[in-house]
């Protein structure tokens, strides 16, 4: 069984709805495992189990081995007393789409222009400047498997001490996303390190937002143009925004304590949209299931579109151990791929077997706020993630 892997970042009348996609050549998986037949209705009922249980809505989805169909089901609303949620909606995948920018860089280290040891001040001179003694080793690699030590950027501390850092400026601050990624990775390598770089295990988005700046150096282009160029052989178009005009992200300790998600404020803001390496992709269950399906494939043995470097490493990991946006675990004796998300009121969380036969994920627009080692929401999620891969 896997956990909660993910530090969090800072009733309901129910509307139950499901869609499911188009067959196409979904027959053969149905053939070989008749079972499927009843996987959209599973969907749906962890996804209606999942908003009795308090989440405003809840999005569940199953994808086989031909990942010809998806297995989708859907429940609750897009908005407290809105609309039902039909499950074709935009959501915030957070930390999901670290493995997006982890395979954009593998993309670019197979073009030459990166290595996976490549150094921060190698691409990013200006940074040696300021940076503790302690990250002059530090490489791409590390960065992106949470091996860099650097810190982890994920709480509202974090965020209210690099505020204060920022109103001690008097020089004129970046106005382009690029520079203020190079500004806050400066700042960030100027931090102890909150573990033993190239040794500890610190989940960092600080280390994917400066792994994105080392990219953007590399090539030249933002990391947006980066990634659209990267997904859209994929069929994929990630969107990045603050808030949707369509789904409502809540966030609250109890499912009797929810409140809209409404931004970080005026002068955070855009210093957390220069995150958005970390993971800030908003994409439809449908677009992501093509993400997965990438992914399936290639750990198949089949044609896909995703850099070679990058399915090796996946190929590799083993329960415990973590690389380029994927965490090991393990369900009924099989080795998976896993990951949550959580930001801007919205959660979810992904298993992928490693053999690619399965994925399942689960996407909601509740954020359990509540301390301890697994919120609310995320034992929601992983507990009905498990039965979903256990069946």
């Not at 935009?90 to 222009?113: D, N, P, R, Y």
């Not at 090991?328 to 009121?345: M, R």
């Amino acid at each position: 069984m896997f956990a909660a892997f993910l530090p969090r970042r800072s009733l309901l009348a129910l509307g139950l709805a499901a869609i499911l996609s188009a067959c196409g050549g979904s027959q053969v998986d149905e053939i070989r495992n008749p079972e499927l037949l009843t996987e959209t209705q599973a969907a749906r009922d962890e996804a209606e189990a999942g908003v009795k249980a308090g989440l405003v809505g809840a999005v569940f989805a199953t994808q086989a081995e031909s990942t010809a169909k998806l297995y989708l089901g859907a429940a609750g609303l897009r908005k407290q007393a809105g609309a039902n949620l039909q499950g074709d909606e935009a959501f915030h995948l957070a930390s999901m789409s670290k493995s997006m920018t982890a395979a954009l860089a593998a993309q670019w280290v197979e073009k030459g222009k990166l290595r996976w040891d490549s150094k921060p001040a190698e691409l990013l001179p200006e940074l040696a400047a300021q940076m503790h003694p302690a990250y002059a080793q530090i490489t791409l690699a590390q960065l992106l498997n949470h091996r860099a030590g650097l810190v982890p950027l994920d709480s509202a501390e974090g965020l209210e001490d690099f505020g204060a850092y920022l109103a001690s400026q008097t020089a004129p601050l970046p106005q382009t996303d690029t520079g203020r990624r190079r500004f806050l990775s400066a700042y960030l390598l100027s931090l102890p390190p909150a573990g033993q770089p190239g040794q500890d295990f610190v989940y960092s988005n600080a280390g994917y937002t400066l792994a994105g700046a080392m990219l953007e150096a590399a090539t030249g282009q933002d990391f947006e143009t980066l990634l659209r160029e990267f997904t859209a052989p994929l069929g994929l178009h990630p969107v990045w925004q603050t808030l949707s005009p369509v789904t409502q992200g809540y966030e609250g300790e109890a499912p009797g304590k929810l409140q809209p998600f409404t931004g970080f404020g005026a002068e955070l803001q855009p210093w957390v949209d220069a995150i958005k390496p970390s993971g800030d992709v908003w994409l439809s269950p449908a677009e992501y299931a093509r993400w997965l399906a990438e992914h399936q494939r290639a750990l198949q043995g089949q044609g896909h579109g995703l850099p070679a470097s990058y399915v090796q490493n996946l190929r590799s990991i083993r329960p415990g151990d973590y690389a380029l946006g994927w965490a090991g675990g393990q369900v009924k004796g099989q080795t998976v791929l896993f990951h949550t998300g959580a930001s801007n009121g919205f959660m979810g969380m992904v298993v992928l077997r490693q053999d690619g036969q399965r994925a399942h994920f689960a996407l909601t627009n509740t954020f359990g706020t509540n301390a301890g080692p697994s919120d609310w929401v995320t034992t929601i999620l992983n507990d009905s993630l498990v039965r979903l891969a256990s069946r």
